[in-house]
């Protein structure tokens, strides 16, 4: 795994941990343990930052980083009548 896909990966996963703990917290549900070692910088730092930036900005920013959202999908050939 190439280093953009690594922190493409984490920065997904901690975003998940993040949204899980504020629904959670809103539904009273338990809270996920306190971070420790390189957890501290995605949910300390990573996380809050990420939020405050601009949408405009966050998304250019995710528009560059490999992923899925850039496959090149090949269109479907055309229907050749009804499928059945």
Do not use: C
């Amino acid at each position: 795994m190439g280093l953009t896909r690594w922190v493409r990966a984490r920065s997904e996963y901690y975003l998940m941990v993040d949204a899980q703990d504020r629904v959670g917290t809103r539904l009273g549900g338990r809270r996920p343990h306190p971070p420790r070692g390189g957890e501290i910088f995605w949910r300390r730092v990573y996380v809050p930052v990420f939020h405050r930036l601009p949408l405009k900005l966050r998304n250019s920013i995710i528009a560059r980083m490999p992923g899925s959202h850039q496959q090149a999908w090949t269109p479907q050939p055309p229907s050749k009548g009804p499928a059945i």
